[in-house]
T-cell receptor, first 113, second 111 residues
Framework: SQTIHQWPATLVQPVGSPLSLECTVE??????LYWYRQAAGRGLQLLFY??????ISSEVPQNLSASRPQDRQFILSSKKLLLSDSGFYLC????????????FGPGTRLTVL | DQQVKQNSPSLSVQEGRISILNCDYT??????FLWYKKYPAEGPTFLIS?????DKNEDGRFTVFLNKSAKHLSLHIVPSQPGDSAVYFC??????????FGSGTKLNVKP
C-alpha cells in the first residue's frame, strides 16, 4: 500500500531564515507530487506540482521553490522566510491508477516569527 | 482567479438530518470533482468523487450531485452524525494532473 511522509510536523523559524520541508511517497512509482499551503482560515492553495523528476510547475509567484531530486521525493524550500509564509503545508500525490484521487500527507505547521 | 468556490464558510446541522454542502466552478473542462474531509492539523482525506460525465455518485451516506449546466456540485450527507463535523473541501481535477480546491466549509453536526 502507498504511504506519504512529511517532516517536520511543526516548525518555528525566524524571519529571514531558510526553509526545507521534505515529502516522500512509498508504494508507487512516478507519482504526481504536489505542495499546498493552507493559511489560517483559508482554503488549500496549490503552490507547486511535479509530474516527474526535475519537472516543477509553479502556480503562484512567491518566496518559495520546490525540487524533485528523486522519483518519490519532493522538497519545498526558501532562502529567506517571510512572515506571510506562515501556514499549514501539505504534500500530496496522485498516480495513473488513482488519477481522480489525491492523497495527502499529515502536513507541517510552519510559524515564522 | 479562484476556479472552485465554496461560498458558505460554515454549516450547522442537527444529528440525523441531511447536510448539504455546495460548490461552484468556472472551468467546464474539469475532468473530475472530489470532496475531501479535513480535521484540524491533519491532511485532508478523500471522501468521494464524480466524473464530469456523470451527474450522481453515491457511497453509503455520501452522495455527490453534479449539475454541469449550472457548474455546480453538492455533497449530501444523510443521516448526519457528530463525527462528520469537520471542514469539507471541494476540488476539481484538470488535465488529469492538476487539482483546484475551494476554500472549504466547516460542518458542525449537533448531537
Amino acid at each position: 500500500s502507498q504511504t506519504i511522509h512529511q517532516w517536520p510536523a511543526t516548525l518555528v523559524q525566524p524571519v529571514g531564515s531558510p526553509l526545507s520541508l521534505e515529502c516522500t511517497v512509498e508504494g508507487t512509482s512516478n507519482p504526481n507530487l504536489y505542495w499546498y499551503r493552507q493559511a489560517a482560515g483559508r482554503g488549500l492553495q496549490l503552490l507547486f506540482y511535479s509530474v516527474g523528476i526535475g519537472q516543477i510547475s509553479s502556480e503562484v509567484p512567491q518566496n518559495l521553490s520546490a525540487s524533485r531530486p528523486q522519483d518519490r521525493q519532493f522538497i519545498l524550500s526558501s532562502k529567506k522566510l517571510l512572515l506571510s509564509d506562515s501556514g499549514f503545508y501539505l504534500c500530496a500525490w496522485s498516480d495513473g491508477l488513482h488519477y481522480n484521487e489525491q492523497f495527502f500527507g499529515p502536513g507541517t505547521r510552519l510559524t515564522v516569527l | 482567479d479562484q476556479q472552485v468556490k465554496q461560498n458558505s464558510p460554515s454549516l450547522s446541522v442537527q444529528e440525523g438530518r441531511i447536510s448539504i454542502l455546495n460548490c461552484d466552478y468556472t472551468n467546464s473542462m474539469f475532468d473530475y470533482f472530489l470532496w475531501y474531509k479535513k480535521y484540524p492539523a491533519e491532511g485532508p482525506t478523500f471522501l468521494i468523487s464524480i466524473s464530469s460525465i456523470k451527474d450522481k455518485n453515491e457511497d453509503g451516506r455520501f452522495t455527490v450531485f453534479l449539475n454541469k449546466s449550472a457548474k455546480h456540485l453538492s455533497l449530501h450527507i444523510v443521516p448526519s452524525q457528530p463525527g462528520d463535523s469537520a471542514v469539507y473541501f471541494c476540488a476539481a481535477l484538470y488535465n488529469f494532473n492538476k487539482f483546484y480546491f475551494g476554500s472549504g466549509t466547516k460542518l458542525n453536526v449537533k448531537p
